[in-house]
């Protein structure tokens, strides 16, 4: 029996199509690490997910250049958390809405989306290497990976919103079977 909870459904909609366009179409299997991508996609559906990085004074940060900063001000596990939200945030967007960035003059490559390339990355590493409680959620052995296949995790989530789009956001069409 399936849930009627809108977040299961959402859930299994974006699970379903991240697990095809990196098992099928980019022949990655790397089940912790779609996970992750799938959730991502999930958490971020809230526009405040994405503005969960605030100020000392409270105030939300939208910017990578703040966040970064808010990084420096912060220490251990919080430190973590906050480059993580960095590699989240600029592979969402690099991943899902580039040309929103190649729009946008950056400092790095001439665009913003170059700038995403290079900060994500180097978040995500940084975030790895960061020592927290071998059970800390996500491991950082994840995050490691994250970093060194960005391009590729935005290239992959850049088709899944392709194959949303294509079906309407139902799933992944279904096989064409022939006689």
């Known amino acids: 029996?399936?849930?009627?909870?809108?977040?299961s459904t959402l859930r299994r909609l974006l699970s379903g199509v991240a697990e095809n366009t990196f098992h099928a179409q980019l022949g990655v299997v790397d089940p912790p690490l779609i996970d992750y991508l799938s959730n991502l996609l999930l958490r971020f559906v809230r526009q405040d997910a994405l503005e969960r990085i605030r100020t000392l004074t409270g105030r939300r940060v939208t910017?990578?250049?703040?966040?970064?900063?808010?990084?420096?001000?912060?220490?251990?596990?919080?430190?973590?958390?906050?480059?993580?939200?960095?590699?989240?945030y600029t592979l969402f967007w690099a991943g899902l809405y580039p040309e929103a960035l190649r729009q946008q003059r950056g400092t790095v490559g001439g665009d913003q989306f170059a700038d995403y390339l290079v900060h994500g990355k180097r978040a995500y590493l940084v975030a790895s290497s960061i020592d927290v409680p071998e059970e800390q959620d996500p491991p950082s052995d994840l995050l490691h990976r994250l970093s060194d296949h960005f391009e590729m995790c935005a290239y992959g989530l850049r088709e899944v919103r392709r194959e949303l789009e294509r079906t309407g956001g139902e799933g992944p069409a279904p096989p064409i079977l022939f006689n």
């Open 1 to 7: 029996m399936y849930s009627k909870d809108p977040s």
């Open 63 to 88: 910017d990578v250049r703040t966040m970064l900063d808010e990084a420096r001000e912060r220490v251990g596990e919080a430190r973590r958390e906050v480059h993580r939200h960095i590699g989240d």
